[in-house]
């Protein structure tokens, strides 16, 4: 299984940014995805999930600015991202596993390569 993230970019406070994560083999509709990001110096961190049957969850950081979104036909999962703030500055990462979704980065098996968000002030 392959993941691709795109969408990342440099954006003024309280924009929004929309990232894409597309799945490549394996069996997208089976799978339990997640978001993290990582800022420079601090350890990766969970964003917000989506599981295989549609179950979402985010972390209170992003809880009311982000929504995660999931096309299966499209083996897609979005990060849509409102009233951004200089501290979402981070690398995100895409992530899947098959079967129940959690909020550890150990548990899952495949990752994408990470796009940079910056957000500036």
């Known amino acids: 299984v392959q993941l691709q993230a795109s969408g990342g970019g440099l954006v003024q406070s309280g924009d929004s940014l929309k990232l894409s994560c597309t799945a490549s083999?394996?069996?997208?509709?089976?799978?339990?995805l997640g978001w993290f990001r990582q800022a420079p110096g601090k350890e990766r961190e969970i964003v917000g999930t989506?599981?295989?049957?549609?179950?979402?969850n985010y972390a209170d950081s992003v809880k009311g600015r982000f929504i995660i979104s999931r096309d299966n036909a499209r083996n897609t999962v979005y990060l849509q991202m409102n009233s951004l703030k200089p501290e979402d500055t981070a690398v995100y990462y895409c992530?899947?596993?098959?079967?129940?979704?959690?909020?550890?980065?150990?548990?899952?098996?495949?990752w994408g390569q990470g796009t940079l968000v910056t957000v500036s002030s």
């Open positions: 992530a899947a596993r098959q079967g129940a979704v959690y909020s550890d980065t150990r548990r899952y098996y495949y």
């Open positions: 083999g394996g069996i997208f509709s089976r799978f339990s």
């Open positions: 989506i599981s295989w049957n549609g179950g979402i």
